[in-house]
């Protein structure tokens, strides 16, 4: 099953904007799942200027096929000119918890 699934990550700016995102994209099928890490703080630089924040981090599970789709929508609805949008390589998993990815997100 190499290769078919990913974990998607995005930061958000609070609680209100991730659920929001999470919501949409899961009811939409582009996701099964988003887990929601609250207070986390981000040091990073950012038009020349170091910013030090509290911010959110979305963890979305997801087949590969979808990651396009899933990056274009959650850009759509994210208030960041540039979201944090990175995904990793499920390489192993619980089979019914991958056969549920696939039950639950469109195609």
Not at 2 to 26: L, P
Request: with cysteine; hydrophobic share 40%; charged share 30%.
């Amino acid at each position: 099953m190499s290769g078919k699934y990913m974990m998607v990550f995005s930061t958000a700016s609070n609680e209100d904007e991730a659920a929001g995102i999470g919501r949409k994209v899961v009811e939409e099928g582009l996701a099964a799942c988003c887990n929601i890490v609250p207070k986390i703080r981000s040091i990073y630089t950012w038009k020349g200027k170091i910013h030090d924040e509290q911010e959110v981090l979305c963890v979305f599970k997801t087949r590969a096929m979808f990651f396009d789709d899933l990056k274009k929508r959650i850009k759509s609805l994210h208030s960041y000119e540039v979201p944090e949008i990175i995904a990793v390589e499920i390489q192993e998993g619980l089979p019914e918890y991958l056969a549920w990815i696939d039950e639950v997100t469109k195609g």
